[in-house]
Nanobody, 125 residues
Framework: QVQLVESGGGSVQAGGSLRLSCAAFGYTYSIYCMGWFRQAPGKEREGVADIDSDGSTSYADSVKGRFTISQDNAKNTLYLQMNSLKPEDTAMYYC???????????????????WGQGTQVTVSS
């Protein structure tokens, strides 16, 4: 079992930055792929970015060049640095993980078996 706990959400004006963190607890030794998802009210959950154990990353087109996913394996912590935030980035952000390597392309919710409780990000214009 793996437990994921997000933190770092908040409210920011457009153009601002936030850094989300996700601490992983439990049996994390075989976790190879971790990712960030978001879900806005009335919309489906969408993949934002994921990262493999070797540091390979993938991003949704909507966040490329603005968001950076990274991980600190020693601390079992995943990060999402979000810059140049836009009002359309407003959503609940979730950390997720699955055993095995990340799949090609943008991360899909159905591929991830472990989820955090979410942290709210609100960007005002």
């Amino acid at each position: 079992q793996v437990q994921l706990v997000e933190s770092g959400g908040g409210s920011v004006q457009a153009g601002g930055s936030l850094r989300l963190s996700c601490a992983a607890f439990g049996y994390t030794y075989s976790i190879y792929c971790m990712g960030w998802f978001r879900q806005a009210p009335g919309k489906e959950r969408e993949g934002v970015a994921d990262i493999d154990s070797d540091g390979s990353t993938s991003y949704a087109d909507s966040v490329k060049g603005r968001f950076t996913i990274s991980q600190d394996n020693a601390k079992n912590t995943l990060y999402l640095q979000m810059n140049s935030l836009k009002p359309e980035d407003t959503a609940m952000y979730y950390c997720a993980a699955h055993y095995g390597d990340c799949y090609s392309g943008s991360p899909l919710p159905g591929d991830f078996g472990y989820w955090g409780q979410g942290t709210q990000v609100t960007v005002s214009s």
